[in-house]
């Protein structure tokens, strides 16, 4: 079973800075197979990175997914107000597709 | 436009069933995988269980295996997911969502609460 750690648990930072938020597996995923959400409050998620890098489709530029093997990374180049919002990583590699536990971007 | 609506959800005392139903509209279903995704109060998301296109197999996370079954009937556009011997630990927000391949889980229905509780 992979379990995917994500940190930190909770980003507090400004409209206009940059944030950078990590999804750890505890084994090798393929890349193919990393997709990234957003959620807000009392909404259903709404999936932003897939291919671990693959914008999804209306989500703006700003949002950018990297990585491969066990480390992943979603960053949002300049805050907008309606970034901020709970993200998750999911894996589609192996059966049970399992979330990480979200990261919190909260406004500071 | 693509469109996911869950029902069924509601109160149900421990130890007893529930069917939710996803009903499917705006794209082919028969030719989707779908998922189950809960989320407790307060809590991060769970991913329950999928469905093939054809409903030819399904996967389940390990605390509902045994007491939870996902159903699908495509002359319908219908998902269904029975719960069986339902405890308070299973009371969530459960959304179903559609499966493209290698793009994950790209639309989602707007959920409905299943609270057990006696």
């Known amino acids: 079973e992979i379990v995917l750690t994500q940190s930190p648990g909770t980003l507090s930072l400004s409209p206009g800075e940059r944030a950078t938020l990590s999804c750890r597996a505890s084994q090798s995923v393929s890349s193919s197979h990393l997709v990234w959400y957003q959620q807000k409050p009392g909404q259903a998620p709404r999936l932003l990175i897939y291919g671990a890098s693959s914008r999804a489709t209306g989500i703006p530029e700003r949002f950018s997914g990297s990585g491969s093997g066990t480390d992943f990374t979603l960053a949002i180049s300049r805050l907008e107000p309606e970034d901020f919002a709970v993200y998750y990583c999911q894996q589609f590699d192996t059966s049970p597709w399992a979330f990480g536990q979200g990261t919190k971007v909260e406004i500071k | 436009q693509v469109q996911l609506v869950e029902s069924g959800g509601g109160v149900v005392q421990p130890g007893r069933s529930l069917r939710l139903s996803c009903a499917a509209s705006g794209f082919t279903f028969s030719s989707n995988g779908m998922h189950w995704v809960r989320q407790a109060p307060g809590k991060g998301l769970e991913w329950v269980g999928n469905?093939?296109?054809?409903?030819?197999?399904?996967y389940y996370a390990d605390s509902v295996k045994g007491r939870f079954t996902i159903t699908r009937d495509n002359s319908k556009n219908t998902m269904y997911l029975q719960m069986n011997s339902l405890r308070a630990e299973d009371t969530a927000v459960y959304f179903c969502?559609?499966?493209?391949?290698?793009?994950?889980?790209?639309?989602w229905g707007q959920g409905t609460l299943v609270t057990v509780s006696s």
């Open positions: 469905i093939a296109f054809d409903g030819s197999s399904e």
């Open positions: 969502a559609r499966y493209v391949g290698d793009m994950g889980l790209d639309h």
